[in-house]
């Protein structure tokens, strides 16, 4: 049997192993001159706007709302299809997250449903790019400023998508990527923020170490309750490795994500992804499965795939579906989009070292365990 072919795998070249080596040697391995650099090279991506690497985008999350003052009794509207920490920042700040349901086409936030769920505590707007593919931000925005709502873009999954030509990260906003190891370009772990102006950098920087402040006399002072979410120099350096290869790693994705939709039929019954090839990064290809027509369900679906050589992912689970959620008072039904959706999605393998032979493998092993499905 082929070895198995993984839904991800970060692409690292050897002058950044000897970067990082370099890093491990000179003995300053955490937040240091490496780090300092790869913020220069991120904010250049931005347009010149601020940004501060963090060591997740669940701490850039925090951040951002921590600097726009989020606090117990505010609202914070956000999707239910998205890794579960777009929604525990929110309580975690005090807050209450309100979910509202997604565009079933694009399986992002719907715009219309977000002007729908703004009440008086409404504070934020938490638009997240799930796989890749940027929310609506004319929609979201144009809400936004009507209702004196800030912005936090979770922008996780899409470093290297744009929006009508310009990359996400560059406009708008506050806007949280991350950097993790199953992201187009990885430090390992770790993340960023892009601050809308300079303004905010002194309270980002005292925010992401305990918040301290280094006085000229070399003493300190503290005045806020920051955290510990500063980036390590030796994840820098990977950072700084990677950055060079976003256009091809990009271009790689949107070639392997055309061969997809090349090589697999709808009609075969599962639903395929929106097929943006101008603003989408790619970082998933995710189809959802028939459920009610299929004799056996999506963890069946899985493990035979995985005995076929093919090892797929589920990305999201609804969050209001979680026990944590749950005891908060949500429950099935409430968003029927999401819930379908989040039930019957699989991840596919895409990432940039990928043959074309590895996805017409992927096509032959999804159409004969579908057709066992719906035997």
Same mark, same amino acid.
């Given at each position: 049997?082929?070895? *198995?072919? /993984?839904? @991800? &795998?970060?692409?690292?070249?050897?002058?950044?192993? %000897?970067?990082? #080596?370099?890093?491990? +040697?000179?003995?300053?391995?955490?937040?240091?001159?490496?780090?300092?650099?790869?913020?220069?090279?991120?904010?250049?991506?931005?347009?010149?706007?601020?940004?501060?690497?963090?060591?997740?985008?669940?701490?850039?999350?925090?951040?951002?709302?921590?600097?726009?003052?989020?606090?117990?009794?505010?609202?914070?509207?956000?999707?239910?299809?998205?890794?579960?920490?777009?929604?525990?920042?929110?309580?975690?700040?005090?807050?209450?997250?309100?979910?509202?349901? *997604?565009? /079933?086409? @694009? &399986?992002?936030?719907?715009?219309?449903?977000?002007? %729908?769920?703004? #009440?008086?505590?409404? +504070?934020?707007?938490?638009?997240?790019?799930?796989?890749?593919?940027?929310?609506?931000?004319?929609?979201?925005?144009?809400?936004?400023?009507?209702?004196?709502?800030?912005?936090?873009?979770?922008?996780?999954?899409?470093?290297?998508?744009?929006?009508?030509?310009?990359?996400?990260?560059?406009?708008?906003?506050?806007?949280?990527?991350?950097?993790?190891?199953?992201?187009?370009?990885?430090?390992?772990?770790?993340?960023?923020?892009?601050?809308?102006?300079?303004?905010?950098? /002194?309270?980002?920087?005292?925010?992401?170490?305990?918040?301290?402040?280094?006085?000229?006399?070399?003493?300190?002072?503290?005045?806020?309750?920051?955290?510990?979410?500063?980036?390590?120099?030796?994840?820098?350096?990977?950072?700084?490795?990677?950055?060079?290869?976003?256009?091809?790693?990009?271009?790689?994705?949107?070639?392997?994500?055309?061969?997809?939709?090349?090589?697999?039929?709808?009609?075969?019954?599962?639903?395929?992804?929106?097929?943006?090839?101008?603003?989408?990064?790619?970082?998933?290809?995710?189809?959802?499965?028939?459920?009610?027509?299929?004799?056996?369900?999506?963890?069946?679906?899985?493990?035979?795939?995985?005995?076929?050589?093919?090892?797929?992912?589920?990305?999201?689970?609804?969050?209001?579906?979680?026990?944590?959620?749950?005891?908060?008072?949500?429950?099935?039904?409430?968003?029927?989009?999401?819930?379908?959706?989040?039930?019957?999605?699989?991840?596919?393998?895409?990432?940039?070292?990928?043959?074309?032979?590895?996805?017409?493998?992927?096509?032959?092993?999804?159409?004969?365990?579908?057709?066992?499905?719906?035997?």
């Amino acid at each position: 049997m082929n070895s *198995i072919l /993984p839904f @991800t &795998r970060p692409a690292i070249d050897e002058a950044t192993i %000897e970067s990082v #080596t370099a890093v491990l +040697r000179s003995g300053w391995l955490t937040s240091g001159p490496k780090v300092q650099a790869f913020e220069g090279e991120l904010s250049a991506l931005m347009g010149g706007r601020p940004v501060r690497s963090l060591n997740s985008g669940t701490a850039a999350l925090e951040i951002a709302l921590n600097l726009i003052g989020i606090q117990p009794g505010d609202e914070v509207i956000t999707t239910p299809l998205s890794w579960v920490a777009t929604a525990n920042v929110i309580l975690h700040a005090g807050a209450t997250p309100v979910f509202v349901d *997604i565009d /079933p086409v @694009t &399986r992002n936030i719907d715009p219309r449903r977000v002007a %729908e769920a703004i #009440t008086p505590r409404t +504070r934020a707007i938490i638009p997240v790019d799930l796989a890749g593919l940027p929310a609506d931000r004319d929609a979201l925005y144009d809400i936004a400023w009507k209702h004196g709502l800030r912005v936090i873009e979770d922008a996780a999954q899409s470093f290297g998508s744009s929006w009508h030509g310009k990359p996400i990260g560059s406009f708008g906003d506050l806007v949280a990527f991350s950097f993790h190891a199953n992201k187009n370009i990885t430090t390992g772990e770790g993340g960023c923020l892009v601050l809308p102006d300079a303004s905010l950098v /002194p309270a980002c920087e005292k925010m992401r170490l305990q918040g301290v402040v280094r006085l000229a006399d070399g003493s300190m002072e503290v005045d806020l309750p920051g955290g510990k979410f500063n980036l390590t120099d030796l994840a820098a350096a990977i950072g700084l490795g990677q950055l060079p290869h976003l256009g091809e790693f990009t271009a790689r994705r949107r070639a392997l994500a055309r061969l997809y939709f090349a090589r697999l039929d709808p009609a075969a019954g599962f639903e395929l992804p929106l097929a943006n090839f101008s603003d989408s990064n790619w970082h998933m290809f995710q189809l959802v499965l028939p459920l009610g027509d299929m004799r056996f369900g999506r963890g069946e679906f899985i493990a035979r795939m995985r005995a076929r050589g093919i090892a797929l992912g589920v990305h999201y689970p609804p969050i209001h579906l979680f026990h944590l959620y749950r005891a908060l008072g949500h429950h099935e039904g409430e968003f029927p989009q999401a819930e379908r959706i989040g039930a019957g999605t699989i991840t596919l393998p895409l990432f940039p070292a990928m043959s074309d032979h590895d996805v017409q493998r992927v096509c032959d092993a999804l159409h004969v365990t579908l057709q066992e499905a719906l035997s």
